[in-house]
């Protein structure tokens, strides 16, 4: 307790905190950010917070947020989604992670609110993603001006679901699809058509693209500078074009 209470009154000037499994102390701690914390830009909350302090830290913090991090399975829901875009609109990356309760509605609104600033956008291991016919169509409308899109592990995200969204979002640089287990190489197609800013992508664990989509893509991409797959998909004529083109491929 008393290294708790020493905490909480050093928040004045943080600029990035991380609160990992402490739901016995958080609403506390997101109490005093709130309060005191003007300079913060940066918070990542996982794994335990209560429902009611993440709200009123939203509606009550003081600071220009622009980094959000969030794996809150069963305590994010479209409450604060909503309070997000009403309070901070500034932000510039948000990930949610394992949010089961949040739904279509409450994110597209989200993605019209931060549309003018919002960069980096993670939905990883999100139902929403899945089960929402049309979604992403409507996401990459709302936020054209997305430079880093992560969809890892959304393992029923279909082709038909993803293309709807990447012909909107033609500016990204980079683009995180590992895991995505229903994926095929008609993705890999699309994107080598409309994304050609594309630096950067990662294909692991996505056993329905082959090693002609990879190919394609490294012939098709031509900012791309790193891909993350499978050493088997890559191919002679793959390999020999990202060496000319200085391309990184790593199966990491």
Not at 63 to 82: G, T
Not at 118 to 128: G, P
Not at 147 to 158: A, I, T
Not at 219 to 242: F, G, H, M, Y
């Amino acid at each position: 307790m008393e290294s708790f209470s020493s905490f909480i009154w050093c928040v004045e000037g943080l600029q990035e905190v991380e609160l990992r499994k402490c739901r016995s102390i958080i609403d506390r701690v997101l109490l005093r950010l709130a309060e005191n914390c003007a300079s913060l830009n940066s918070l990542l909350i996982h794994d335990g917070c209560s429902r009611q302090g993440l709200l009123e830290f939203i509606t009550t913090c003081r600071c220009n947020l622009q980094k959000l991090d969030l794996r809150l399975p069963l305590d994010l829901n479209n409450n604060h989604l909503l309070a997000i875009a009403m309070n901070l609109r500034g932000l510039k990356t948000l990930r949610l992670q394992s949010c089961c309760l949040v739904t279509c509605e409450g994110l597209q609104i989200l993605g019209t609110a931060l549309n003018p600033t919002l960069e980096q956008l993670a939905l990883v291991n999100c139902d929403v993603v899945d089960r929402e016919v049309g979604f992403l169509a409507t996401m990459g409308q709302n936020l054209m001006m997305l430079r880093k899109l992560n969809l890892s592990c959304n393992e029923m995200l279909v082709d038909k679901e993803l293309v709807s969204m990447l012909i909107s979002c033609n500016n990204l640089a980079e683009l995180k699809l590992r895991g995505c287990r229903k994926l095929t190489s008609i993705t890999m197609v699309s994107i080598s058509k409309t994304c050609k800013s594309l630096q950067s992508v990662d294909i692991m664990n996505c056993p329905g693209i082959e090693a002609e989509a990879v190919e394609l893509l490294v012939l098709n991409c031509p900012q791309l500078r790193q891909i993350q797959v499978e050493e088997s998909k890559v191919s002679d004529i793959a390999r020999t074009r990202a060496c000319h083109k200085f391309i990184e491929a790593t199966s990491g």
